[in-house]
């Protein structure tokens, strides 16, 4: 009878570990780079696959003109709130690949907001305004080691320009893309 309760008893206890669900992390804090920028961010657990991005950070943009003769860069402050979808966690875990720190491919709505608070360029006099874009996106988050990762993603979406007194704007509002590649380091 030992013989026979033992192994049913391992066997149960195997089956209920596995059942458990697989979430997302509590809460998460890093730091990321990449070509166009450089941000501070936490992701905050919703649910078991739904977290909220909130992330800080300066933007990089590239402009040039031929009737000023001007071509340079700028960086601006940027505010992010990003719902995600972590959707193939389940998947991952049952391939033994690893989930923690958020790994793994998600779905989500980045809405950023650039204000016009101050502006970091090589040219002076530079005019920024203010925009928000809202961009439904596709992504990927992979981890290296305990605290590095790496995340790349791609989104078509919406984008609108706050008017200034002293601007005329052709449109408003248009197209946008988020096209992102960054590294980064989860503390």
């Known amino acids: 009878?030992?013989?026979?309760?033992?192994?049913?008893i391992f066997c149960g206890l195997t089956f209920i570990t596995n059942a458990q669900d697989v979430s997302v992390e509590k809460s998460t804090y890093g730091i990321q780079t990449g070509f166009l920028g450089i941000w501070a961010h936490n992701e905050s657990k919703l649910s078991n696959q739904?977290?909220?991005r909130s992330e800080l950070g300066l933007d990089t943009g590239i402009f040039g003109s031929d009737v000023n003769d001007i071509n340079g860069f700028l960086l601006v402050p940027a505010i992010t709130l990003e719902p995600r979808w972590?959707?193939?966690?389940?998947?991952?875990?049952?391939k033994s690949k690893r989930i923690d720190g958020n790994s793994g491919n998600f779905i989500s709505i980045k809405t950023t907001y650039h204000p016009d608070w101050f502006v970091i360029s090589n040219e002076d006099n530079i005019n920024f305004i203010?925009?928000?874009s809202i961009i439904p996106t596709w992504g990927i988050r992979r981890n290296v080691?305990?605290?590095?990762?790496?995340?790349?993603?791609?989104?078509?979406?919406?984008?609108?320009?706050f008017e200034?007194?002293?601007?005329?704007?052709?449109d408003e509002s248009g197209v946008t893309v988020n096209l992102h590649l960054r590294i980064g380091y989860r503390f």
Do not use: A, C, W
């Open 130 to 132: 203010s925009d928000i």
């Open 50 to 52: 739904f977290v909220l």
């Open 1 to 8: 009878m030992k013989k026979i309760l033992l192994p049913l």
């Open 86 to 94: 972590y959707y193939n966690l389940n998947k991952r875990q049952n």
């Open 145 to 161: 080691g305990n605290h590095f990762n790496y995340e790349t993603g791609f989104g078509i979406g919406y984008v609108h320009y």
């Open 164 to 170: 200034e007194d002293n601007v005329i704007l052709l």
